[in-house]
C-alpha cells in the first residue's frame, strides 16, 4: 500500500514563528504537493513539485515555501507563522501520469492541522 | 466562474437511500474525473476514476459524466452509515499535461441509521 506520512497531525506555534511542516512517501512518486484545506473554501493547492529540487507554485503560494531535496521527501515552510495560516496541512504524491494505474490519482496523508496563536 | 462547482451541503438522508453527489466544471479540456472520499480527521483517499465520457459502477456507486453538459455524479445506492463522509470531485486533463488536480469544495453527507 501506498504510505504517505506527516510529521505531526496536531501543531500548535506562535505568531512569528518559522514552522516547518515534512512529508515523506514511500512509493517512489515523481509528484509531490501541498494543500491547505479550510471550512468553505476547500483543498487549496499551495505549491507542487515533480522532481527533485523542483518546485512550482500552486493558487496560493504567499507566505509559504518549499523544499524537496530528496524524491520522498517534501517539506513546507512557513516563514513567519501568521493566524491567517491556522489551518489544515495536506500533502499528497502521485506517479508521473505514464506510470499510473490511473493517471493523476493523488494518495494523501493523514493531514497535520496547524494552529497559529 | 469558478473551473468546479460543488455543492457543499452538508447533505442527510435514511440509510438506505439513493445519494446523488454532483460537480459541474467549466474546463472543457477536463478528460479525468475522480471522486474522492474523506472520513473526518483524515486525508481523502480515491473512491472512483473515469476517463472521458460514460459510467463507471463499482458496488454500490457509480459515477456519470456528461462531457457535452460539463456535470459528473456520483451515485450511492443503499447507503450505510459508514457512507458519512465528505466526498470531494476531482478533474484534470488540461492541455499542457499539468500533474495537478483541480477539486471540488466538497459535499458533507451524512447517513443516518
Known amino acids: 500500500d501506498v504510505k504517505v506520512t506527516q510529521s505531526s497531525r496536531y501543531l500548535v506555534k506562535r505568531t512569528g514563528e518559522k514552522v516547518f511542516l515534512e512529508c515523506v512517501q514511500d512509493?517512489?512518486?515523481?509528484?509531490m504537493f501541498w494543500y491547505r484545506q479550510d471550512p468553505g473554501l476547500g483543498l487549496r493547492l499551495i505549491y507542487f513539485s515533480y522532481d527533485v529540487k523542483m518546485k512550482e507554485k500552486g493558487d496560493i503560494p504567499e507566505g509559504y515555501s518549499v523544499s524537496r531535496e530528496k524524491k520522498e521527501r517534501f517539506s513546507l515552510i512557513l516563514e513567519s507563522a501568521s493566524t491567517n495560516q491556522t489551518s489544515m496541512y495536506l500533502c499528497?504524491?502521485?506517479?508521473?501520469?505514464?506510470?499510473?494505474?490511473?493517471?493523476?490519482?493523488?494518495?494523501f496523508g493523514p493531514g497535520t492541522r496547524l494552529t497559529v496563536t | 466562474q469558478k473551473e468546479v462547482e460543488q455543492d457543499p451541503g452538508p447533505l442527510s438522508v435514511p440509510e438506505g437511500a439513493i445519494v446523488s453527489l454532483n460537480c459541474t466544471y467549466s474546463?472543457?479540456?477536463?478528460?479525468?474525473f475522480m471522486w474522492y472520499r474523506q472520513y473526518s480527521r483524515k486525508g481523502p483517499e480515491l473512491l472512483m476514476y473515469t476517463y472521458s465520457s460514460g459510467n463507471k459502477e463499482d458496488g454500490r456507486f457509480t459515477a456519470q459524466v456528461d462531457k457535452s453538459s460539463k456535470y459528473i455524479s456520483l451515485f450511492i445506492r443503499d447507503s450505510q452509515p459508514s457512507d458519512s463522509a465528505t466526498y470531494l470531485c476531482a478533474m484534470t486533463g488540461s492541455q499542457g499535461g499539468s500533474e495537478k488536480l483541480v477539486f471540488g469544495k466538497g459535499t458533507k453527507l451524512t447517513v443516518n441509521p
Open positions: 512509493m517512489d512518486h515523481e509528484n
Open positions: 499528497a504524491s502521485s506517479w508521473d501520469r505514464f506510470g499510473a494505474r490511473y493517471p493523476y490519482e493523488q494518495y
Open positions: 474546463n472543457s479540456a477536463f478528460q479525468y
